[in-house]
């Protein structure tokens, strides 16, 4: 059975084709500038050429009728017809704690979904306009909502529940919820796989480090802790975002720099983190990493400061769990950035980690980077959210 993934934005729109038999990807693509002028879609067979188009997409129905039209077509096409797509994967972002797992999408989900919007007021709000357009242009195509706090939901209530009069959490539910949750479960899974054992029986933390990061410490197959909060911005440090901080600054920032409340959000969601503390270098660390190795101060201080915070998580984790067996570095950092995993790791060694100094200057690729002897298994294990969404679609649709 052919899976469509979809992960839906306020603006954007990324799609994969998935056959859920053989978990070979099919095509892939991604719709920018949703409502905005000079939209454009960019399709890609797997093993053809990329093509960009650059066409007008008033809302996303048009931007979804157009990824369809891209997969069906004559020339470029990867199927006959819409039947050949036996279901629809949908990433939200916020399940709230409604949702402890993937489901079904029916009208009563949809309002369940609806009632998380305020958690996640730029993202979920984009994700159900992704299921509307779906579901007018295949009626008929089952669909499933995968959540980005679902597997997070296992947490016990002491690692949730923050030190806020109580009622807030009853009334408003604030609480820490988690994100990225395909990816750490994901990602967890491959990692019991990789070494041969048995998932229930791990203890394993999982470091997501992209353009967004979060750690996940996941304790016989469930997670146990996590460090994104309410909402994303909450533990490290990030491409934009701020991650932890004193909650006190908000309020003398605003004062300092005469802002409101919500501009000295704006700038702890998109100014701060690396970019921030780098001073306008860069968000992306390809270019945070040639500052560092020229030694220049703003590419070490950040390089520095994004790696300790990390480092302290995992220290936290281990805590939590009693013990680590694997660690596992993830995403665009994780996955490709060798200095970062080495300053991570530098601090470790008190648990029973040897880096492969080696086997650590690798990028992209799924390795295990800590020497044999080395008593917790240090692994790099390139994610995968849209084949982790088609498998929990698959297994709700067949
Ligand atoms: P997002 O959260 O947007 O999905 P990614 O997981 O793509 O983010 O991570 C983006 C970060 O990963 C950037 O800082 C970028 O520098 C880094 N990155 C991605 N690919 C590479 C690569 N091939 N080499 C080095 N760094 C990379």
Do not use: W
């Not at 969601?269 to 921030?276: Q, T």
């Amino acid at each position: 059975m052919n899976i469509l993934v979809i992960n839906c934005g306020s603006s954007s729109l990324k799609f994969q084709l998935i056959d859920a038999q053989t978990e070979q990807m099919i095509a892939k693509g991604l719709c920018e500038r949703i409502g905005i002028e000079g939209s454009q879609i960019v399709y890609q067979p797997a093993g053809g050429t990329k093509e960009e188009t650059v066409t007008p997409m008033p809302d996303h129905t048009k931007a979804i009728e157009l990824v369809l039209e891209a997969l069906t077509n004559e020339k470029t096409g990867v199927v006959k017809s819409l039947e050949e797509i036996g279901a629809v994967g949908h990433r939200i972002v916020h399940g709230g704690e409604k949702f402890a797992a993937s489901t079904i999408i029916t009208d009563e989900v949809i309002e369940a979904i609806k009632a998380c919007n305020d958690l996640a007021p730029l993202h979920n709000p984009a994700n159900l306009i992704g299921i509307d357009a779906c579901r007018k242009l295949m009626p008929k195509t089952p669909m499933v909502g995968v959540f980005d706090t679902a597997f997070h939901q296992t947490m016990p209530k002491e690692a949730y529940l923050y030190g806020l009069p109580y009622e807030y959490y009853e009334k408003y539910q604030v609480r820490r919820y988690g994100f990225h949750g395909t990816s750490h479960s994901y990602v967890s899974k491959r990692a019991a796989d990789l070494l041969g054992k048995k998932y229930e029986d791990m203890k394993i933390i999982v470091c997501h480090l992209g353009n967004g990061a979060s750690i996940s410490a996941v304790e016989n197959g469930k997670c146990v802790d996590t460090s994104m909060g309410l909402t994303p911005l909450e533990g490290l440090i990030m491409g934009t975002r701020s991650g932890d901080i004193d909650p006190s600054i908000v309020e003398y920032i605003a004062q300092k720099e005469n802002k409101s409340i919500e501009e000295v959000m704006t700038v702890l969601n998109k100014k701060s983190g690396v970019l921030g503390l780098s001073d306008n270098l860069s968000s992306d660390f390809r270019d945070l990493e040639k500052s560092y190795n020229a030694g220049e101060d703003r590419g070490l201080r950040t390089i520095r400061a994004f790696s300790y915070r990390v480092m302290k998580y995992v220290g936290a984790y281990a805590a939590v769990m009693n013990g680590v067996d694997a660690i596992c570095f993830t995403a665009g950092v994780g996955e490709n950035n060798p200095l970062v995993r080495d300053l991570v790791c530098e601090h470790l060694g008190y648990l029973g980690i040897t880096l492969d100094k080696e086997k650590n200057d690798t990028r992209g690729e799924e390795l295990e980077i800590s020497t044999p002897d080395s008593k917790v298994k240090v692994m790099v294990i390139p994610t995968n959210e849209e084949l982790a969404i088609a498998r929990e679609t698959f297994a709700l649709v067949q």
